[in-house]
């Protein structure tokens, strides 16, 4: 990109702003909307973002750091919605198990990060353009999706007051 190492660690900076916020509109949002549907918009909003991406890779346009930060943002901003929601459901399954399914994500997430930064290193340093690397990340966001559509059960539990009231009358504290 021609452009100076603190110029772009100050691009990279605003990735991690943007998960920042993206985390504050979800706690904005999770009192009103259930743990499945924040992050089936995250997921939207992250496929979107990689889409774009791509299309701006294919087109040239991402040669220009807020081009390529401003989706890449996007991405981010909706990997807050995924993140914090999926974590948030898989310990709240069984709560007397919830150190085990915390440890299980933490290892898969660190695991797969591990494994997907070193595909990522290996597009980045074998080609000019940045396009196998943005195909990579649709890629990676069609996964997170059929994940969630394969291995996630559904249910279409509606919360009322009934449901509130039996789950403070059981010990366990879950509907």
Request: aromatic share 10%; net charge negative.
């Given at each position: 990109?021609?452009?100076?190492s603190?110029?772009?660690?100050a691009?990279?900076?605003?990735t991690?702003f943007?998960?920042?916020?993206?985390?504050?509109?979800?706690?904005r949002?999770?009192?009103?909307h259930?743990l499945e549907?924040?992050i089936?918009?995250g997921?939207?909003?992250?496929?979107?973002?990689a889409?774009l991406n791509?299309?701006?890779g294919v087109t040239?346009?991402?040669?220009?750091p807020s081009?390529?930060f401003?989706t890449?943002?996007?991405?981010?901003?909706?990997?807050a919605?995924?993140?914090?929601n999926s974590a948030?459901?898989?310990?709240?399954?069984?709560?007397?198990?919830a150190?085990?399914?915390?440890?299980?994500?933490?290892?898969?997430?660190m695991?797969?990060g591990?494994l997907?930064?070193?595909?990522?290193?290996?597009l980045?340093g074998h080609f000019?353009?940045?396009?196998?690397?943005?195909?990579?990340?649709?890629?990676?966001?069609?996964?997170?999706?059929?994940t969630?559509?394969?291995?996630?059960?559904?249910?279409?539990?509606?919360?009322?007051e009934?449901?509130?009231e039996?789950?403070?009358?059981?010990?366990?504290?879950?509907?």
């Amino acid at each position: 990109m021609g452009r100076s190492s603190a110029e772009y660690g100050a691009w990279f900076a605003t990735t991690g702003f943007a998960y920042l916020i993206g985390n504050l509109f979800c706690v904005r949002f999770a009192p009103r909307h259930s743990l499945e549907k924040l992050i089936w918009f995250g997921l939207a909003l992250q496929l979107a973002g990689a889409l774009l991406n791509l299309l701006w890779g294919v087109t040239g346009l991402n040669q220009a750091p807020s081009w390529l930060f401003g989706t890449q943002m996007l991405v981010m901003f909706a990997n807050a919605f995924v993140m914090s929601n999926s974590a948030a459901g898989a310990i709240s399954v069984r709560p007397e198990a919830a150190g085990t399914a915390s440890g299980a994500m933490g290892f898969l997430q660190m695991g797969i990060g591990s494994l997907v930064s070193q595909f990522g290193a290996y597009l980045g340093g074998h080609f000019a353009t940045p396009v196998p690397l943005n195909i990579a990340i649709v890629v990676l966001s069609i996964g997170c999706a059929s994940t969630m559509i394969f291995l996630v059960p559904r249910r279409n539990v509606v919360v009322s007051e009934e449901l509130i009231e039996q789950a403070e009358e059981e010990e366990s504290g879950m509907l």
